[in-house]
């Protein structure tokens, strides 16, 4: 990477980057949340790159940075390395460049994900258990094929790419109080911080950081670059241990506070956009609701923009999500209990269950586990309730008949 790369955008850089993406990328919308907003007693909006084209922000810094690639440099293709979303964003924008790319990802990999990559005419090469393994590979291939590296955030480029969002808030909200914005590497607050700051200094410019992928908020913290990783994040989005230095020194300028978020309350907050505004979204997009949820940020009635960077979800973990979350507000309970094992008695318990109006999702009967007692059946219901009242009549319920149901999880 040229030293010009890692020099700080300027407006101008981003200014160009928006003009250049005009009518290449989405102009993604800014929606009204009237449901949180009456919640958290402010109006609140988000910001949805989730529609943006390959279904995040990524695309925008990708096009932009490859459109200043030399004429070399784009006989000779480019490289990357991701575990999503800036592989989709790279491959997207060098098919629309008509470059040659090469996609270096973890192994572990979800095939939807590689798939996807694929789609777009890239050449994917599985490589280490980890993402530093993936990128060291990169790197590697990088210097023996020629091929530009193309950084996921640390690069002049991208930044200014991602950078249009911050102009596309202030022309929609120019009156914006306070913008959250998911961070992993830092390339997405970077260029959206710096835009809000020189058009208004008074916007609230908050980052957010999954608790188990902190180093942005401990190299702030400690005053001196630090790599934190205490374990897996479902929030894969912003899951970087080695945020980018043009990155760091941008963030200290330009953002006023960094905070960070479990993976429980990103599952939660997803769920709750999924189910309240009808907008799916990948775990690390839900961070910006997540922190709120969490009493990290205190809106104070001030107008305010999540950023939702992206909805590139795994459907498996969607439905872990969808089953917790609705666990957790007590819309779908697991009871179970051992009952005697004789004709009738099943059909009076599933028939004083429906006499709630609770529904039976699932049901499973065991005689044969090693802890169910002989002449006994271990039976588990999933029920839909409509909330932890209900629950209580349907325990009370099926207690009167003499069968003591306790809730496991799921």
């Known amino acids: 990477m040229s030293n010009d790369n890692l020099v700080e955008p300027t407006m101008e850089d981003i200014r160009e980057a928006h003009e250049f993406l005009r009518g290449k990328i989405c102009p993604t919308a800014i929606e009204y949340s009237s449901t949180f907003s009456s919640i958290y007693g402010a109006p609140l909006y988000f910001k949805l790159e989730n529609f943006q084209k390959t279904g995040s922000f990524k695309t925008r810094g990708a096009l932009f940075k490859i459109s200043k690639l030399t004429e070399k440099e784009r006989n000779d293709g480019v490289i ?63 210097k023996i094929e020629g091929r530009t590296f193309i950084d996921g955030f640390n690069d ?130 839900a961070s910006p609701l997540a922190a709120i949820m969490e009493g990290k940020i205190d809106l104070n009635g001030k107008k305010t923009v999540g950023v939702a960077s992206g909805g590139n979800i795994d459907l498996l973990l969607l439905s872990k999500i969808i089953y917790k979350s609705m666990e957790k507000d007590k819309g779908l309970v697991r009871i179970e209990c051992k009952i005697p094992d004789r004709p009738g008695t099943l059909q009076i318990i599933t028939s004083t269950i429906s006499s709630t109006g609770a529904n039976i999702f699932h049901a499973e009967v065991d005689n044969l586990s090693h802890d169910t007692p002989p002449g006994y059946q271990s039976i588990t219901f999933s029920i839909n309730l409509r909330d932890s009242d209900h629950l209580d009549v349907l325990l009370k319920k099926l207690g009167d008949l003499g069968y003591k149901f306790h809730v496991s999880s799921f």
């Open 156 to 285: 002049r480029w991208i930044i200014a790419g991602q950078g249009t969002i911050g102009l596309e808030i202030i022309e929609k909200h120019p009156d914006v109080e306070n913008v959250i914005i998911p961070v992993g590497g830092g390339g997405l607050i970077s260029g959206i911080s710096k835009v809000l700051k020189l058009e208004n200094k008074n916007i609230n410019v908050i980052g957010v950081q999954s608790e188990n992928c902190d180093s942005v908020a401990e190299t702030i913290k400690r005053g001196e670059y630090t790599v934190s990783s205490k374990g897996f994040t479902i929030a894969d989005g912003i899951a970087v241990q080695n945020p980018g230095t043009l990155n760091i020194q941008m963030i200290k300028k330009y953002v006023d506070k960094l905070v960070t978020v479990s993976d429980e309350s990103m599952a939660y907050a997803l769920f709750k956009l999924l189910e309240r505004h009808k907008i799916l979204v990948e775990p690390s997009a």
């Open 80 to 142: 990357a390395c991701s575990a999503g979303n800036h592989a989709q964003g790279v491959a997207y924008a060098s098919r629309i460049a008509k470059v040659s790319s090469k996609i270096v990802m973890p192994s572990y990999t979800i095939s939807a994900k590689i798939n996807a990559v694929k789609s777009y005419g890239a050449e994917v090469v599985l490589f280490g258990n980890t993402y530093a393994e993936a990128f060291e590979e990169a790197k590697r291939l990088s």
